[in-house]
Structure formats: C-alpha cells, structure tokens
C-alpha cells in the first residue's frame, strides 16, 4: 500500500513550526536515528559526554510545508515538493536547534491534528537540512569529471567542530579542493552528507542536504570539522591531506 502526504499525522504526532533559520549558518546539527515512542516522532542519539542526557531523543518539529505518509505501514516524511526525505528507522542528520521544554510554549506550533502536550521535549527544530546517512564513506562523480566525497560516519550532536579551514575553494583534476595558507597547503573536502554538485554555465554549485547552495568553486568558504595531514586516498584519484567538513559557510575573501 502507497500513502499519499497529508497535513493529518499518520502514525505519529507531526508538530511543525513557523520558525525561518537561515540557510547556510552551518551551527547546529543533530546526527541519530528517526523513531516512534508512544506515538512520537523521535531523533535518537548517544551524546558521547552525556549519555544519560538523550537516553530518549529529541522529540522532533518540522518545517511548515513537511508532512507524513504511511507506505507499507511505515511512516514517511515528505518535503514541501512530496519528496519522500525521511523515514522511521532511518539515521539522520538535521540542521537546527535544540530547545528545552522551559524555553518554548508548544502551543505556538501547529500539531497537525496531535495534540499539546502529548509528546514533551526537549525538542529539535528542524532547519534547512534533511539527509539521509549510510555507513562508511561514498562519492558521487558528476558530468563524469568532478569526484564529491562524503561523510557517514557522524554520530551525536555537533555544534562546535574541533578545527576549521579557511581559504578557497578550488577545483583541480577533478578534486574539490580549500586552499589554505596553512601547511599543507590545500586539503581534499570531505563533504557532509546529503551535498550535491550542480552546474549552470561555467559555475560549479555545492548545494546542502536541503538544495540551497552554500559555495561554488571560487569562492572564499570556511568549514569546520577535522583535519588530517596523513595521505588519503579516495575513489577518484584525490589523494593527499583532507579536511572533514561538517559544516560549511562562505565567508569574505581576505
């Protein structure tokens, strides 16, 4: 059986909220696995310093414009277009902000037919990116001559990345590369999943797991994440030095 998207829950309560967070701020994300406890639509993570702190999730509030559906009895969430982005048992990562159940009135958000109170918090509200996570690492090669690696293995929230890369980003031999004025010199991005290469004319477009374009080739960008001067070799012929981008934002040249 094949559902159609409906403002209405289907099998979950679908609280939404009127909130805009702007695209590319590239400061709050939530890595977990999408489930459904007592009727509530969940994003469940180990936080690696307080494990006790997220035993039960974060209780999960949508964009306005997303919805639900049932396929084969699985719950379903649509995007603004009807895109299926996300189903229960996926492991997700979610742009956002987390929000503690003093700091909100729940009655400020539309519960699509659920009702206040039937679902507590704390809760995640769901910014610009959806995108679904696979184990290990993959990349996806466009027009047969750009290579776009990406990250899968993340896991608990991130909101203050452990280093940070700055410079330009470059594209050479096919490899997505920041040049940096730091030894070594440029790394290999290592993208977050869910990103996208697209181009228009002669302009090479990075869009987020949301669509938005975040960079194109040529711009100044700054990215937090991990460094590593060990080589690296990825499918696709970029060797050498990587950065692991978990976020991304572009930033005046210098």
């Not at 997303?66 to 603004?80: A, N, R, Y």
């Not at 996570?133 to 909101?159: C, E, H, K, N």
Request: charged share 20%; net charge negative.
């Amino acid at each position: 059986m094949t559902g159609t998207a409906s403002d209405e829950p289907a099998g979950a309560v679908f609280p939404r909220h009127y909130g805009a967070f702007p695209a590319n701020r590239g400061d709050q994300y939530v890595y977990g696995e999408l489930s459904i406890a007592g009727g509530c639509l969940r994003i469940s993570y180990i936080d690696q310093v307080d494990r006790e702190a997220t035993r039960d999730g974060l209780m999960v509030v949508w964009p306005m414009g997303f919805g639900t559906q049932t396929s084969d009895g699985v719950v379903e969430v649509t995007g603004p277009d009807g895109r299926v982005v996300a189903t229960a048992g996926q492991t997700l990562r979610l742009s956002g902000k987390k929000v503690l159940d003093r700091l909100v009135s729940a009655d400020e958000w539309d519960w699509g037919g659920g009702e206040v109170g039937q679902c507590g918090g704390p809760f995640w509200l769901v910014g610009d990116e959806v995108s679904a996570m696979r184990a290990g690492a993959t990349g996806s090669v466009v027009d047969d001559d750009i290579f776009l690696p990406r990250l899968y293995d993340q896991r608990g929230p991130i909101i203050s990345p452990l280093a940070a890369a700055e410079g330009r980003l470059t594209l050479r031999g096919g490899c997505l590369l920041v040049e940096t004025p730091d030894s070594p010199g440029e790394h290999l991005v290592i993208w977050p999943p869910g990103f996208n290469i697209q181009r228009e004319g002669d302009d090479v477009l990075v869009r987020n797991g949301g669509g938005n374009v975040i960079a194109q080739v040529g711009d100044h960008v700054m990215l937090g994440g991990r460094s590593s001067k060990k080589g690296a070799d990825y499918p696709g012929e970029c060797p050498g030095a990587y950065f692991k981008a978990y976020t991304v934002q572009r930033s005046p040249a210098r």
